[in-house]
């Protein structure tokens, strides 16, 4: 699902070729979101992954459709259930010089639960780790608690640090309880200083300024293929408005996430517009663990969102073509799944039909006939023009008798809001960084626990007792096929009784001007060393 715009003029493409400033040697990126630190173990969030991934690699990485492949280590094998061996790369060298080994991956998964004030903890990929130990220089072995599948996938996910930089001893050594020769561990904010910060990626961290740039610069020495760029520059452009006029002026060659309602302008202006489906999905959640939910009326004290036939009433009653393309302009695929199928662990199951007709019997059936009221939360700047698809939402519950306000306020309010349980129903996206569909079912629908790191997400306290049960074999089953066998089967059971409602999956698009290429990524991830000149 791409497809790449472009209405140039054979004059303007010349004039372009002749003046832009993608003949330099620099790139320079206008990116929606700034990234909170350079510590690639502090804060587990997209918009540092896509910058950090620059500077620092994992022992495997995904691609840009999230197949997972070989980084620092060329090859790995399930010795057994719970043990992992992982060929180093070997040749590697850091950015201050020292050599890539094993000491390195030790300290790396040492370091992540010795990270202050974290406020998304890397430890959910290292917390089933119960040794990890070094048979020579570039041979690792990992041993897990339990059945970790997902081992290779996770790790991507920990981008490998210098043991050197950060201080350590000759001797490191792997604990659950704590590991010996770490020395003193730098926090976050050392992280800053490019003496510190210190990977085996294709770009040297050059100048961090909060708020202004981030400047990289080509590493000489790198291990793979060097980047087209000596430099590059990125610039933090939050607002909508201001990013486009940064393009369209010259002053950045790239940004991230224009505004659906300039695209026009911006492909008039000359430049490319690129897009691709992404894995985030744009979902319905409901309150369903108590009688007392919040900000419903009209229902005689009770929640009608308990009630199966409720739920799916507010499935069909939503016209997911007609968001798609009046408020999307066709960048967006309407939902069955919680992960745009073929991705691991997917069905093929089509979206529901638009059905306002069997909407409005099934509420009958329920019990009300008459409707009721209710209050939607939805965050209204952090998804793709997230206020106007609850506003149209609203809308089209409203015409089967569930009368509905939209409660839209800034993704920080949202999120804190949401978590507090809030709302009897919201609206929010979820994109899986593994890839498959264990992701959002563990986060978004597993009954909450807390403290086993289940249901974080589920705001709506959906239980089902049985897909528990079934997503829990599945992430301890190593077999491929049996694994995403029994996904489908997890998936299946909360879409059938409507536990949350997929509504569409994003489309990531990005402007970039003629003279660049760059390969479009389900993950949305801006990643600057994959920005390729152009073939002449």
């Not at 004030?117 to 990890?132: C, E, H, L, Q, R």
């Amino acid at each position: 699902m791409r497809r790449t715009y472009a209405t140039l003029m054979a004059g303007l493409i010349a004039g372009t070729a002749l003046t832009a400033p993608a003949m330099a040697e620099e790139l320079t990126i206008g990116l929606k979101s700034e990234a909170t630190s350079m510590d690639p173990q502090f804060h587990n969030l997209a918009t540092n992954t896509q910058v950090l991934s620059n500077i620092f690699e994992g022992l495997t990485e995904q691609d840009p459709v999230q197949k997972v492949e070989p980084s620092l280590a060329t090859e790995w094998t399930a010795v057994d259930d719970t043990t992992w061996r992982f060929t180093l790369r070997e040749g590697v060298k850091f950015h201050n010089g020292s050599d890539f080994t094993a000491r390195d991956v030790i300290y790396t998964y040492c370091r992540v639960p010795l990270v202050e004030n974290s406020p998304s903890s890397y430890t959910i990929f290292t917390g089933t780790m119960a040794d990890v130990t070094a048979e020579d220089d570039y041979t690792v072995i990992i041993k897990t608690e339990g059945p970790n599948p997902l081992l290779p996938t996770e790790i991507s996910n920990l981008p490998i640090v210098s043991a050197d930089a950060g201080g350590a001893e000759e001797t490191i050594t792997f604990g659950t309880d704590g590991c010996e020769g770490m020395g003193t561990v730098p926090q976050a904010g050392d992280f800053n200083s490019p003496d510190v910060a210190v990977g085996t990626g294709p770009y040297k961290l050059q100048e961090f300024t909060r708020g202004n740039q981030l400047v990289l610069s080509r590493f000489e020495d790198y291990w793979g293929e060097k980047p087209d760029w000596e430099t590059v520059m990125m610039r933090p452009i939050s607002s909508n408005g201001p990013r486009v006029a940064a393009l369209l002026a010259g002053d950045v060659m790239m940004i991230e996430s224009p505004p659906i309602q300039d695209i026009p302008r911006i492909e008039q202006g000359g430049y490319k517009i690129i897009d691709a489906l992404s894995n985030r999905i744009i979902y319905l959640h409901m309150r369903q663990d108590t009688a007392d939910a919040p900000s419903i009326s009209g229902t005689d004290g009770k929640n009608p969102l308990q009630d199966v036939n409720v739920r799916k009433a507010i499935s069909l009653a939503i016209n997911r073509e007609a968001i798609k393309e009046r408020i999307m302009g066709g960048f967006a695929v309407p939902a069955g799944e919680l992960l745009p199928p073929p991705m691991f662990g997917t069905s093929g199951r089509e979206a529901d039909p638009y059905d306002p007709e069997q909407a409005k019997a099934l509420l009958a059936d329920a019990g009300y006939p008459d409707g009721f009221e209710i209050t939607l939360g939805t965050p209204n700047d952090r998804y793709i023009n997230d206020e106007q698809v609850a506003q149209a939402i609203a809308q089209m519950l409203t015409r089967i008798g569930i009368k509905t306000n939209v409660d839209a306020s800034t993704a920080s309010q949202f999120f804190s809001r949401r978590n507090a349980l809030d709302f009897p129903i919201y609206m929010a996206g979820w994109g899986a960084s593994s890839g498959e569909m264990s992701s959002p079912l563990k986060s978004l629908v597993t009954t909450f626990d807390k403290e086993a790191g289940r249901g974080v997400t589920n705001a709506g306290r959906y239980s089902n007792a049985e897909m528990d049960a079934v997503l829990e074999e599945a992430m301890t089953t190593i077999d491929d096929a049996k694994r995403d066998a029994l996904l489908q089967k997890a998936e299946t059971m909360v879409l059938d009784d409507y536990g949350i409602i997929p509504i569409h999956y994003e489309q990531t698009v990005w402007a970039l001007d003629p003279s660049l290429d760059y390969e479009p990524r389900v993950d949305q991830y801006t990643i600057a060393f994959q920005v390729k000149k152009a073939a002449d």
